[in-house]
């Protein structure tokens, strides 16, 4: 039975006043599935045994559940043993631990991945060097040889071969190039890029796919194109591989201060619970990146979809436009 509290008590439980929580019993502000062992720990504590922090839940007076820092000690009152608990609410210190372990985790996996997926990109572009261009180079060359050898080779023909060849190489030059940077993004900005990147995506795809932005919208900041261009990319990518979809919208426009971007879909749709299980285990490398790009210019994305019922990823990004830029 409570026979004194003090005012951080009052306030802890949410009480109005140390009479609504005099002559309670301890029990009743506890989780029942920890009773058992409080009734022991009290036993154990009047028995003269010293305990050490414990961490439990337990119960406001309207009935939700925080988490207690608490210790207990023995003592007299009038003569008679008792219990002097002293106790500190921990149930946002607890909760931001977790989100902290959580986010490291997530970052660990993260970056092991995005270190994984570097190699395997910095492998894709060297095989492309090699077999693309290494062998158009090389055909110029054994051209070059044969026109030197072989005089009755006709020149016009030799030079019509590897110019031919010359050009297909530059061709992939510069598909190489838009893959890894689209100079288009820099040169233009973000909504002519993005028609490219959702040309490109229809193209390869049996989709049909629609931009939706006001024509004048300003050039932002560098990173905020280049992440909502990222973001986008990533987003065309996983709709392609997994939502069937027939119909893709992509919708920019300026909410305030920030640049809402949102890609929604009418594809199979899936469980977001299940997806983000997925990439906090680093199964879905896609969707924390984007997240990670979202959140490093102190944005948001979200993620809404039901199994059957397609998807909309929602990109917020504040903004800076070039009259407030440093």
């Known amino acids: 039975m409570l026979i004194y509290v003090n005012p951080a008590c009052i306030e802890i439980f949410g009480a109005q006043s140390a009479d609504e929580l005099l002559g309670r019993r301890m029990l009743d502000l506890i989780e ?5 062992d409080v009734q022991s720990r009290i036993a154990r504590i009047l028995a003269g045994e010293t305990m050490g922090v414990v961490y439990r839940n337990y119960l406001k007076l309207d009935g939700s559940v925080m988490e207690i820092e608490g210790k207990a000690a023995p003592i007299i009152i009038n003569g008679a043993p008792a219990v002097q608990f002293s106790m500190r609410d ?9 989100a902290l372990l959580v986010n490291r985790q997530q970052l660990r996996v993260l970056s092991s991945r995005v270190l994984a997926a570097q ?8 095989h492309e060097l090699h077999d693309e261009l290494g062998q158009a180079l090389t055909a110029v060359k054994i051209n070059l040889q044969a026109h030197q050898r072989f005089s009755a080779i006709p020149s016009g023909e030799l030079n019509a071969e590897n110019i031919r060849i010359v050009e297909s ?3 992939h030059v510069r598909g190489l190039a838009l893959a890894l940077r689209p100079s288009m993004l820099d040169d233009l900005g973000l909504l002519p890029a993005l028609r490219w990147l959702c040309q490109q995506a229809a193209g390869r795809g049996d989709m049909d796919i629609t931009v939706r ?3 004048d919208l300003p050039r932002l900041n560098t990173d905020v194109e280049t992440a909502c261009f990222r973001i986008t990319q990533e987003a065309l ?4 591989r997994h939502a069937q979809a027939s119909n893709v919208v992509v919708a920019l426009r300026i909410d305030d201060d920030a ?8 594809g199979v749709g899936f469980d977001v619970s299940v997806m983000q ?4 285990q680093g199964n879905s490398i896609g969707v924390l990146g984007m997240r990670e790009r979202a959140e490093l210019l102190g944005g948001t994305l979200l993620i809404r979809s039901q199994p059957g019922q397609g998807c909309v990823v929602e990109l917020r990004c504040p903004i800076r436009l070039p009259a407030m830029r440093d």
């Open 213 to 215: 932005a006001a024509q």
């Open 32 to 36: 029942p599935q920890s009773h058992a």
């Open 237 to 240: 990518t996983n709709i392609a």
């Open 90 to 98: 921990v149930t946002r210190e607890r909760a931001a631990q977790d």
């Open 119 to 126: 190699e395997t990109e910095r492998r894709r572009i060297a």
């Open 277 to 280: 299980a997925r990439a906090s």
């Open 169 to 171: 190489a530059l061709q």
């Open 259 to 266: 640049l809402l971007t949102t890609i929604t879909d009418n």
